[in-house]
């Protein structure tokens, strides 16, 4: 098993709870899979399976499956990505400073397994109760339809 501090950037944050080689991650992922959950990468904007999706469901993590964001948190916010307001349960993902690319913002993970799931903006005034956009890659999460069950 790695350890936190195989990680890059993940100081100061609790352990994840699911921890695996990067070979194992490989192995249980796709590469452009990787590429985004192990490596903070980001899919091209409006590509995404659930750009546009309606379908009411639970969105899980696509590596470890653990619950992250529901549809009834999911808004149009025509940016390209998916988009929440909210994560399902308040303890499921994990937000980081992100100082890359020359500016600041903050990135989400699930709070399990630590893969990147995107980034979280506040403020951009968006008709939603916490006035905040969970800009999520299709790529990192995997949709259960109502009435479907997790695999």
Known sequence: MSSDADTPGTAGL???????????????????EYRVLRE???ERAFTGEYTDTETEGVYSCRACGTELFRSTEKF??????????????????????????????VEVLCATCHSHLGHVFEGEGYPTPTDKRYCI????????PSGSTAD
């Open 14 to 32: 609790p352990a994840p709870r699911i921890q695996l080689t990067p070979q194992e991650w490989r192995t249980k992922l796709t590469p452009d």
């Open 40 to 42: 903070a990468g980001t």
């Open 76 to 105: 149009h916010s025509h940016c390209g990505w998916p988009s929440f307001f909210d994560p399902a349960k308040s303890d499921a993902v994990l937000l980081k400073e992100d100082n890359s690319l020359g500016m600041r913002r």
């Open 137 to 144: 890659n299709s790529i990192s999460l995997r949709l259960h």
